[in-house]
């Protein structure tokens, strides 16, 4: 976990980490890999097969249903339609959002719309899913319930989690917490994940 108050670059350096913004200085490794050295082409196909992204406002497309918004990244990377929808409907059945494939994200509670996010960000198997704020604009029970299915998502696929929180309840959840304070790291610890 990433942890820190409004303003000392924990979103800055998650859209960095994530690719969607370049460093002013430094170099960021993913996979060993050096990303200053990757064309803008290899940026997108390393981000969409590799990454997932969830957001504090979770980004879902308003006029798609909850299946369509999680099967939309594997069809960017230009995954066939049909094998995505089975591989979609499983995840919603494993983040307990199946029943609602076939709605519309407007019509969701925040804490299913999260749920839709993860699923979303799981759908093209990636190694990293990068979460700002993950827990944000959710009450307390549905944040728990939200860290505890990405605890989950960690520990049954092995998907590497990196999350970004004010909020030292849910940083917790880390087994690594970083502090940042005006842009710079303060505090390094390992914990339990609990």
Request: charged share 25%.
């Amino acid at each position: 976990s990433i942890v820190g108050p409004s303003g000392c670059g924990k979103t800055t350096l998650l859209h960095c980490m994530g690719l969607l913004d370049r460093p002013t200085s430094g170099k960021i490794y993913i996979e060993k890999k050096d990303t200053s050295q990757l064309s803008g082409k290899e940026v997108a196909l390393f981000r969409g097969r590799r990454l997932g992204f969830v957001f504090q406002n979770y980004n879902l497309i308003p006029r798609l249903t909850v299946l369509e918004n999680v099967i939309l990244p594997g069809l960017i990377a230009g995954k066939r339609q049909d094998e995505l929808e089975k591989k979609a409907l499983k995840l919603l059945e494993e983040v307990d959002i199946k029943h609602r494939s076939y709605h519309r994200g407007v019509h969701l509670s925040g804490g299913e719309q999260q749920r839709v996010a993860i699923a979303r960000a799981l759908i093209n198997d990636p190694a990293i899913i990068l979460a700002d704020e993950p827990t944000g604009a959710l009450d307390s029970d549905s944040s728990k319930e939200i860290m505890d299915l990405l605890r989950e998502t960690n520990k049954s696929k092995g998907v590497a989690i990196i999350f970004v929180s004010h909020d030292p309840s849910i940083a917790r959840y880390g087994r690594r917490k970083i502090i940042l304070k005006d842009g710079t790291i303060a505090a390094d610890t390992h914990t339990d994940g609990g």
